[in-house]
């Protein structure tokens, strides 16, 4: 008994064990042992599905967040490290949270200053992420990447 795919408009919808002349009769492909449902076919060649999108974690630790900015040159590794230690607001912060509406600010710093963890979805997150120039997709992608820290 050989594997054999089963397609359906140009993807594998099943993959089983068979004799060669039965496959043949269903109009079977032989497969290697690494394909699996979910994989696509030309004609010719096995194609392997992409790779999901990563999920956008929901909350990183204030290490994580300070450290991709300093990885990403957004502050100096000297402030990512003041700012996880006795929690000082990197000095390229503290000019942005000057810019806020003043009934904003004192938030802004309690929330920099103090948080052990930065939720992606904070309504703060996407206001300091503009003013570094960081679109939804930037912000996204320091998340993605701090949590992998």
Not at 15 to 27: H, I, K, R
Not at 79 to 87: M, N, R, T
């Amino acid at each position: 008994m050989d594997r054999y795919a089963i397609i359906e408009n140009g993807n594998v919808a099943n993959v089983a064990l068979a004799d060669a002349e039965f496959a043949a009769e269903q109009g079977w492909i032989a497969a290697p042992d690494s394909v699996a449902p979910g994989w696509s076919y030309d004609g010719q060649e096995f194609v392997p599905p992409p790779d999901p999108a990563p999920t956008v974690p929901a909350t990183i630790s204030d290490r994580q967040f300070f450290q991709q900015l300093a990885l990403l040159g957004k502050i100096t590794q000297a402030e990512a490290l003041d700012a996880v230690g006795p929690g000082i607001i990197p000095a390229s912060m503290g000019a942005l949270i000057d810019m806020l509406p003043a009934e904003q600010q004192f938030t802004a710093r309690m929330l920099l200053s103090g948080a052990t963890s930065f939720e992606r979805h904070h309504p703060l997150t996407p206001v300091l992420g503009g003013m570094y120039g960081l679109a939804d997709d930037d912000l996204d992608a320091l998340w993605i990447a701090g949590a992998a820290l």
